[in-house]
């Protein structure tokens, strides 16, 4: 597993938290991040072509914040970037960048 970054925007602030565990193929991606409230947030999102993930995310402590997510991913040498959006099941959406190194 690979470890890395995320930011996510919501009410007009982006919150900057730890990723601890990562794993992306060209068919699925599967990231856990440290949420600043101390839960932790598991995203897992499906691809057909290797570069767009579709999916979503589910706060492990049981919150009512969970939802959907969209990415694109963006490979590098030593590390990936996937860019995208997050929608709140039922609430707002904000940009969401996670760096997995």
Do not use: C
């Not at 990231?31 to 767009?52: L, Q």
């Not at 996937?82 to 996670?98: H, L, N, S």
């Amino acid at each position: 597993m690979r470890a890395g970054l995320s930011l996510y925007k919501s009410n007009d602030h982006w919150h900057e938290a730890e990723v601890t565990e990562a794993s992306v193929s060209d068919t699925h991606l599967t990231v856990d991040v440290e949420a600043p409230e101390g839960d932790t947030v598991t995203v897992t999102a499906t691809s057909a072509d290797g570069v767009w993930y579709k999916g979503d995310y589910r706060y492990r402590e049981g919150s009512n914040s969970n939802g959907e997510v969209v990415f694109e991913r963006h490979k590098g040498q030593s590390s990936e970037v996937m860019v995208g959006e997050w929608r709140q099941a039922g609430g707002p959406t904000g940009p969401w960048i996670i760096k997995i190194g």
